[in-house]
Every structure is written in structure tokens, then in C-alpha cells.
């Protein structure tokens, strides 16, 4: 049987002991005395045995280990004596736990996650003007263009919703795909390193390309081509164009908008090949908008996201700047509507930084979940007390038996 | 109900002086317990008992701050017994412990007949 080092040496000092005894006992017979009383003469002399060793041992220092073990093994056993208790006892505290570990994980990925980037509080959604009809904060492709290209050393991308297409590979069942349009800077900008292959970079966005490059999502390339890096240089449809895979991002980045994780992105050129539905807001009829035709040149196609870094001093030197730059189609766009009133709204709105994680989903989610994890961790507190009373209650029952224990 | 303070002191008591007997005991040779506390009682003439529940943890105190070891071996009677051995360290320590001693008794010796003195 396995045995520990201290048990171990507790034999050696009774053994020790009794050897002691042996020797002190033959010394008495040697001199001619009764063995019986020769025996009683030396434990007289020894003393209490049991509390020589006691007092023995806590030389060892080790004492208090041997007492947790004694505590622990005692507490096992009078928790087998009471299956029913210790099974309540157990599954109410792994609930308890369980359940708030899982809501507080809802918690944390909604509310108090930032995105896996370096220093996501640089990032902002950046909210120049109103669209006349969605009151959507898009812009036109120039007008990003015209922006970029004031403040060259400020990273500014653009982002574009795609609806969801249709992804065919060569004897394979086709699977749908969400998607987004992504200008070549998202990467960088954002700061997100490609798990397998390479991100986008400005060359991947020109126009007419017989092959577009697509970045994919880390759970989406492993569950359709097995891994990150099998992933990488696979040929593809995607709504009937082709597409060849050049990288995978990083496992934990998921998109910059909380609670939609696109499966691909791509570059915002493809726009122009029409493949891909895209949502977008004008100035209405009357005005000279292509739909069919691409957008990239039109100014009054309002149908790009902007995403910035700046660091949160400069904001306001670079909004300024902005806001002047931007004048022009902050004018084009009250062209939509004949009320001065509203036209005078729209030339007065100035350049805003909004953070990443105030979307609609943190929003909407914040006093729910907040509520939830209060819930929850109240339940566990209440469950706590009650099995604290349900120990006092058996505590009671069993104070004769304790008082003896004491006493011993 | 039996009271550990009873040997504790004992032990405090003891401490430092007992260590120095035994440590002296075992100068000549490896003994085991029973054998140190009947030395100590012969060559004190009779005068000093150790009690078993001082020995014990003193030998064993000893054997933790590497002043003695200890190894089992059979008696001349066939019997097991643990033997202690004083180390190197428990040398040195005896030396020091004996100084002080002397420095004790003399300082004692100096308050109590301070006529002896020159």
C-alpha cells in the first residue's frame, strides 16, 4: 500500500518508543525484577506514550498537515454518510457556478469585450454625415477617397454589407456565405495579423481582376477546407465569380461589428462586378445615379462605413480638417430634400467619432444582461445561504456528538 | 485529560542545556535513546533524570536542524533500536553550547560566592 513519508515516520516513533520501553523493561528483569511489574514501573517512568509522540512529531513540523488530512478525511466521511445532502450540496454549487460563469461570459463577449486588436480605444466609427433617407452614416466612394487623402497619415477604412452569397467548390455541396466589402487598408489599419497567408493590402483593390482575392474567417476556413493553412491558395465561386483564397485572420478576430462575424471578406472593388448585392441610399429620383454602372466615381451613392485610428488628441485637428474637406458633399447631399430647415440640419452636423462597442447590439443587450448576471449571482448567494442554514440545522442535531468529540 | 503543557515546558525548560547533554553523550559513540538517558543519569551520579517525553523531542529537534542523524540497528539483545549520531555540525554546535555553559556557570558562580573571588 502506498503510504505517506509522515505515516511513515509516525511507525518509526512508536516503533522507537516501544523499543525505549523494551529496553527500559529488560533492564528491570535483569535486576530481578517481576516481568509484569518491571513492565508497569517502566511505562510509569515513560510517561503518556501517545502524547510523548504528539509532542515528538510537532518537531517535525509537519503537524499541521497531518491535522488538515485527519479535518479532510473526517469531512469525506460524514459527507458519504449523507449522499442525499452531499448531492444536494454539490449540484446547487456547480449550478450556481456554472450558471454564473456562462452569463458572465454572455457578459463579457457583448459588453465588456474589446476587439482583439492593439489598442482597440484608438478605433472609432467615424460619422461624417446622415444619408438622406436611411439616416444611415454612409458615404460615397470619392468622398472616402477625398478623406483619405487629407490626412494621408491617419488610417481610415472603409467597410460595405454584402448579402449573404453563395460559395460552390468542385464536386462539393455549395454553402452560403456571409460576406463584407473591405477597403485595402482594413487589415492594417485595424491591426490584425493573418493566422495562415496574407491579409489585403492596397494592390488587392483594383478594379476588374479575373480572380478576386478573398480573406477568410479562422472557423470559417477550418470548417470548409480543414485548416487555416490548407485554406490558403484554395479556388472558389462565390455567386458564380472566381475567387482565390490569400489568407485567414487571426482565430479571435471576428469583424469589427459585434454580434455579425463575417465569413469573407473582400476587397470593395468587387462592387463594380454586380455580383453582390450591396445597400446603398441616393439623393432620390431626378438625380444622375447608376446603379448599374460601378460606384467607385459616383459621388451621390451613399454606401460606405467609415472606421479610423486616431489617437484620441488628435481627433479634433482631424475632424476639423474633415469637416472641411467633406463641405462639398455635405451640400451635394441637401440637393435630397427642398425644406431649408432640414438642409440647414444637414450642413450644420460636424465630424464625430463614435466608439467601436457602441452598437446596437451593447446597447440593447446592456440592462438585460446586467440584469441576468445580478440574477444569477443573487440565486447562487441565496443558494449559499440556505445550504449554510441547512448545515446549521444538522449541526444542531448532531451537538451531543460534537460535544463529545470536543471533549476527546 | 492529559496536559501537553506538562512536557512543552519541560522541554522549554531544558532547552539548550538538555541539547548540550545530549550532544555530549554521543561525543563517544552512536547510542540510541534509552541508552543517552542512562548515560546521562550515570555520569551525572544519579542527579539528572531525563523524562522520555523530553528525549524524544529533543533528539528529534536535533535531527531536523542536522545536529544528529539517526540509522536503525540491532542491539547486543537483538534489538531493533534507532541509534543517533552527532555530525560535524552538531560538533561545532556542542563547542559553542559549552562555552556558554561555562560562561553561565561562572557568571553564576561570581553572583553567588563573590567572596571566592579575588
Known amino acids: 500500500m502506498m503510504r505517506w513519508p509522515w505515516e511513515q515516520a509516525k511507525d518509526n516513533l512508536s516503533e522507537e518508543l516501544e523499543s525505549h520501553l523494551k529496553m527500559a523493561v529488560a533492564d528491570r528483569v535483569a535486576e530481578g525484577a517481576d516481568p509484569a511489574e518491571a513492565r508497569a514501573a517502566a511505562l510509569r517512568e515513560l510517561g503518556n506514550l501517545p ?155 483594383r478594379t476588374r481582376q479575373d480572380e478576386w482575392p478573398a480573406v477568410l474567417r479562422y472557423d470559417f476556413a477550418r470548417n470548409t477546407f480543414g485548416s487555416a493553412q490548407q485554406a490558403v491558395g484554395r479556388h472558389f465561386l462565390l455567386n458564380g465569380r472566381a475567387f482565390v483564397a490569400i489568407g485567414v485572420a487571426n482565430r479571435r478576430f471576428l469583424g469589427d461589428i459585434l454580434g455579425s462575424s463575417p465569413d469573407i471578406w473582400m476587397p470593395l472593388a468587387l462592387q463594380s462586378t454586380g455580383a453582390f448585392a450591396v445597400p446603398w441610399d441616393s439623393l432620390g429620383p431626378g438625380h444622375d445615379v447608376s446603379l ?57 452636423v460636424k465630424t464625430t467619432a463614435v466608439p467601436l462597442s457602441e452598437n446596437g447590439m451593447a446597447k440593447r443587450f446592456t440592462a438585460p444582461l446586467t440584469l441576468l448576471m445580478a440574477l444569477s449571482a443573487s440565486i447562487f448567494l441565496v443558494g449559499c445561504l440556505n445550504l449554510a442554514n441547512l448545515q446549521l440545522a444538522r449541526l444542531h442535531g448532531r451537538a451531543q456528538e460534537l460535544s463529545i468529540r470536543m471533549a476527546l | 485529560m492529559a496536559d501537553p503543557d506538562k512536557y512543552q515546558n519541560r522541554i522549554e525548560l531544558l532547552q539548550g542545556t538538555l541539547d548540550m547533554l545530549i550532544l555530549q553523550a554521543l561525543q563517544r559513540q552512536p547510542m540510541h535513546g534509552y541508552a543517552i538517558a542512562q548515560s546521562i543519569r550515570s555520569r551525572s551520579g544519579e542527579v539528572l533524570t531525563v523524562e522520555t517525553g523530553s528525549l524524544y523531542p529533543a533528539l528529534h529537534r536535533l535531527e531536523r536542524q542536522k545536529w544528529v542523524k539517526s540509522e536503525w540497528k540491532l542491539t547486543e539483545s537483538k534489538q531493533r533500536a534507532k541509534y543517533y549520531q552527532i555530525t560535524a555540525l552538531g560538533k561545532r554546535q ?23 573571588q579575588p
Request: aromatic fraction near 10%.
Open chain 1, 51 to 205: 502524547l510523548i509522540a504528539d509532542v515528538t512529531r510537532e518537531r517535525w513540523g509537519w503537524m499541521w498537515l497531518d491535522h488538515v488530512l485527519h479535518d479532510a478525511r473526517y469531512a469525506l466521511r460524514q459527507l458519504r454518510r449523507a449522499p442525499a445532502l452531499t448531492a444536494t450540496v454539490l449540484l446547487t454549487v456547480a449550478f450556481g457556478i456554472g450558471v454564473n460563469l456562462g452569463v458572465y461570459q454572455l457578459l463579457n463577449a457583448v459588453i465588456l469585450a474589446q476587439l482583439p486588436v492593439p489598442h482597440p480605444e484608438e478605433l472609432a466609427r467615424i460619422h461624417v454625415a446622415r444619408s438622406p433617407f436611411d439616416q444611415s452614416w454612409q458615404v460615397s466612394y470619392p468622398a472616402y477617397l477625398r478623406l483619405q487623402a487629407a490626412t494621408p497619415d491617419v488610417p481610415l477604412m472603409a467597410t460595405a454589407y454584402a448579402q449573404t452569397a453563395t460559395l460552390e467548390r468542385p464536386d462539393r455541396a455549395s454553402i452560403s456565405a456571409s460576406c463584407r466589402l473591405v477597403s485595402g487598408n482594413y487589415f492594417s489599419g485595424l491591426g490584425v495579423a493573418p493566422a495562415a497567408g496574407r491579409l489585403f493590402g492596397v494592390a488587392d483593390e
Open chain 1, 292 to 348: 448599374n454602372k460601378p460606384w467607385y466615381n459616383q459621388p451621390t451613392i451613399f454606401w460606405l462605413e467609415l472606421t479610423a485610428r486616431i489617437l484620441p488628441q488628435h481627433r479634433a485637428g482631424v475632424f476639423a480638417h474633415w469637416d472641411q474637406v467633406f463641405r462639398n458633399d455635405r451640400e451635394l447631399m441637401t440637393e435630397a430634400t427642398a425644406d431649408p430647415s432640414v438642409k440647414a440640419a444637414l450642413l450644420r
Open chain 2, 94 to 116: 556542542l563547542v559553542s553550547d559549552h562555552q556558554r555553559w561555562l560562561r553561565l556557570v561562572r557568571a553564576i558562580g561570581a553572583v553567588m560566592e563573590p567572596e571566592a
